[in-house]
């Protein structure tokens, strides 16, 4: 393999390094008065590192096989740096308040190492690979989420994050441990054969998703969830919820159908009752939020339960409508999210009691909102609908139609409070809604990214068969 | 392009001519031009659907036409219509024709309103053109959802907890509906090939008696509940009492008949042998339907929940119809529900006119308003004698071909029921002269009433146009009888293998 190849290979990782490694450079180059071009220049900078990746590469693997890079991979680390992308967009306004102008670098630089380290933990080949690249993703987000460190419930969030952080991975290692112990590999191919339902296998198997529960934050490991993502910078919410998460639930995906292969009925039936808790606690957690933050905590809590179902599909059909839903959730998570930081960035208000009446003054964002909340919902024609019913389609595949039914019936529960928004945004009436205001280009420029996304990604059929060609080379 | 997709993509373009235009008199012109278009492309669709068949053309659907959208999954965009769905085409774009003139005043967000009308039309002539149940879905959840908003921000009343309740109940029901396609997905392949969604492909599928049995109910239930099968009603009279006029002539004129139509086209057609098996339960169902909403509506005051518990009451009976099982009676299933749909759409305008200028819909504060608005009035009359089955109007010839064909049945649960059913007829008669004797006719009860106008330009465009739909049923049944006999032969064909 010649050395092109091997950058080639490593091109997000590398591309992602040597940003961060600018913008620190040019941080230190800048006058103290003149910080806040950091913002437009990482985000221009995130631009180019988005269209480098872009760049084609034939699948390889490099380090005897820890690391592995195919056109899924690929395409998912291209999905997650275009997420990324649209949250700097979106994260101007909150960057440029006077609290934060010595600290702006960091929030870029932080965020790409942790993504840096997602990418790895993406394409690994092996546990160590995997778990390194899960501890770069998680101690920079401890950061992240405390950058608010003269707020008490910032820096809370934050300890609490690093510190869940530090049991869970402890409980994942544990968990890796067990199955090296069983089968005497860390490699994934090596193991694949080797795993048999012996008892350290499965108490392993057991540890493995605990671990991985957490990072997904599915239910029962979901508590330290909506503290965090309360306690949080918006934008960090935002990343923890699309990016984070998503890359957690792809490479859960491509251990359990590569790596678990053998014990697929093992494993089903406790995806299928983590599923059931996830996606029913999650949705009557979040009936009763008031705090926009909290609420979409939950409501990311219930989609991860839907995604499950995606991943009950198993093989080329589950991992495609996986990916399949990631996208559409990042267009339309984000959406969400970043409305709700441009009403905070302007207003301070986070309440959805605060959104009375916000169609009166704001018709644009409530409009995204709506569309956000309606994708989220699943509801037709947006991509949301499409996402949705894709995951039912590959549960339907193996035969969990009462599984289906439960699901149904609690998106049908999730409209509810989907709709609580839409009511107090476009219904109520409100003596004194937030004043109207006008977002900064940059935020409207990633809302009518998103906006696209969430309207067309669906229609477009070629994205599904794209994901689909990509995953069914593997599966 | 295909000339189907044209009743989707029709909608579509004037809500973005909406986009553009603003202030109420750009956005209704707007509208009607649309809506205008399209009312002339369904009758276009009739004229070609009967000239086609009278040259002798034999296939079940015609305009077809086949996009291969998902490939890999095999879900397709399918269009084409056979004479059900033409004339329920036809039926709707009367009604949001009718619609949109009845909304001509509305002065509160007008270029939102109509985008969302003009969406949930979008839907339901989606939803009737589609061949694929994929597709199908999609548009009829796309028909559920801007009635949250219609409801919500232009309704009267208790409006955010009728929008919210129908909206639940609703989709609840398209939640059941959901695992039931599913089912027949990936049931559609029993050996081997590639799942579909095609709705004739499916039909010449036999599905296996065992998960007939689990995806029946869910799919007839699915739909029912937006037919207002007994007891999945109860979103219907808050719902339809709080809708602004348009919508409640819309969703009670047209968006229950998509109930009632998918429930034939798909969950009995598809899934004949528990269709047979399992009819008792729904029969009791409907049947109550159809008394317990008569009654409910006698008991009623306000001309809105009149209205909306008799469409429970007429919805269920077509239900009831469509559970017979035979041509007689599914012929006047359909006939009922076009018929239904062009009165309960006037009943709804009207009663949105009057209490426009009333400011009232409470039928003890109201009399004599025949001698103040005498064109309203009558017209409101007529309405009635169709609804109470009046022979001349299109009530009469659905019902009587209903209970023609439920009494071919001979066994005695067949018989009692229908004989239950049929006494609706009476009750019916019954609320409609209280509610005529009460606020038409007798003194002026409100000194303010004498001072009322009659019906402008548009409202009179927007009855006439409903009317005429109402009496050329009543007086040549046969032509629409026809149109529909042609088409039910097929799947009757199918039924009877399953009947005993």
Known sequence: ?475 | MNILSLFVVVPVLTVIAILFTGGLKGTRIVAAIGMGVQLLLAAWLMYYYLSLKGTGDLHEMILVSDYNWFPTLNIHYTVGVDGISASLIALTAMVIFAGVFASWGMEYLPREFFITLILLATGVFGFFISLDLFTLFLFYELAVIPMYLLIGIWGSGPKEMAAMKLTLMLMGGSALLLVGLLGLYFYSAPDGGSYTFNLLELSKVHMPYEAQRFFFPLTFVGFGVLGALFPFHTWSPDGHASAPTAVSMLHAGVLMKLGAYGCFRVAIFLMPEAATEMAWIFIILTSISVVYGAFGAIMQKDLKYINAYSSVSHVGLILFALLMMNKTAIDGAILQMISHGLMTALFFALIGMIYGRTHTRDITKMGGLLKVIPFLGVMYIIGGFASLGLPGFSGFVAEMIIFFGAFQHQDLFHRVATILVASSIVITAVYILRVIGLFLQGPIKNEEHLKLEDAKWHEKLSTITLMVGIIGIGVLPLWLSDTIMGSLQPIVDKLAVYLH
């Open chain 1, 1 to 475: 393999m010649t050395g092109f190849q091997t950058i080639l290979l490593l091109r997000h990782e590398l591309l992602l390094i040597v940003a961060a490694v600018v913008i620190i450079i040019y941080d230190l180059l800048l006058p103290a008065e003149k910080k806040s071009r950091i913002i437009h220049f990482s985000m221009i900078l995130f631009a180019f590192v988005l269209l480098l990746g872009l760049i084609p590469s034939a699948p390889g693997e490099l380090f005897g096989g820890s690391f592995q890079e195919n056109k899924l991979t690929g395409f998912m680390k291209d999905i997650l740096n275009l997420a990324v992308l649209i949250i700097f967009l979106q994260s101007g306004g909150y960057l440029r308040k006077t609290e934060n102008a010595h600290k702006m670098a960091e929030f870029f630089v932080l965020i790409i190492f942790t993504l840096t380290g997602m990418d790895f933990m993406i394409s690994s080949g092996d546990f160590l690979t995997f778990f390194i690249g899960l501890e770069t993703a998680s101690i920079p987000i401890a950061g992240l989420v405390a950058y608010d460190q003269l707020k008490s419930r910032s820096a809370e969030a934050g300890v609490k994050l690093i510190l869940l952080s530090a049991l869970s991975s402890g409980v994942l290692l544990y968990g890796i441990s067990m199955i090296y112990g069983a089968t005497g590999s860390i490699y994934f191919r090596d193991i694949a054969p080797e795993i048999t339902t012996s008892p350290l296998v499965i108490l392993g198997f057991i540890f493995f998703v605990s671990g991985m529960g957490f990072k997904i934050s599915l239910v029962p490991y979901h508590l330290w969830t909506a503290d965090v993502y309360e306690g949080a910078p918006i934008n960090i919410t935002a990343y923890l919820s699309v990016v984070s998460k998503g890359a957690a639930v792809f490479i859960f995906a491509v251990i359990l159908f590569t790596v678990f292969k053998n014990i697929i009925h093992a494993w089903e039936s406790v995806l299928y009752a983590l599923a059931v808790l996830t996606m029913t606690i999650g949705n009557l957690f979040a009936l009763r939020q008031d705090n926009i933050k909290r609420f979409l905590a939950f409501s990311s809590i219930a989609q991860a339960g839907f995604i499950l179902l995606g991943i009950m599909g198993t093989g080329s059909l589950g991992m495609t409508t996986i990916v399949y839903f990631i996208l559409i959730y990042i267009f339309t998570n984000l959406a969400a999210f970043g409305v709700a930081a441009a009403i905070f960035d302007a207003s301070g208000v986070e309440t959805i009691s605060g959104y009375k009446g916000l169609y009166s003054t704001n018709p644009k964002l409530s409009l995204v909102m709506m569309l956000a909340l309606f994708s989220l919902a699943g509801i037709p024609p947006v991509a949301g609908f499409f996402g949705k019913f894709f995951l039912f389609t590959s549960a339907g595949s193996q035969g969990y139609f009462i599984l289906i039914l439960i699901a149904v019936a609690n998106a049908t529960v999730s409209l509810y409070y989907y709709l609580r928004v839409v009511k107090a945004m476009f219904i109520d009436k409100n003596d004194q809604p937030i004043a109207a205001f006008k977002s900064s280009p940059t935020m409207r420029i990633s809302l009518l990214i998103c906006s696209l996304g969430i309207f067309f990604v669906g229609f477009i059929s070629g994205i599904f068969e794209y994901i689909m060609s990509l995953s069914s080379m593997l599966f």
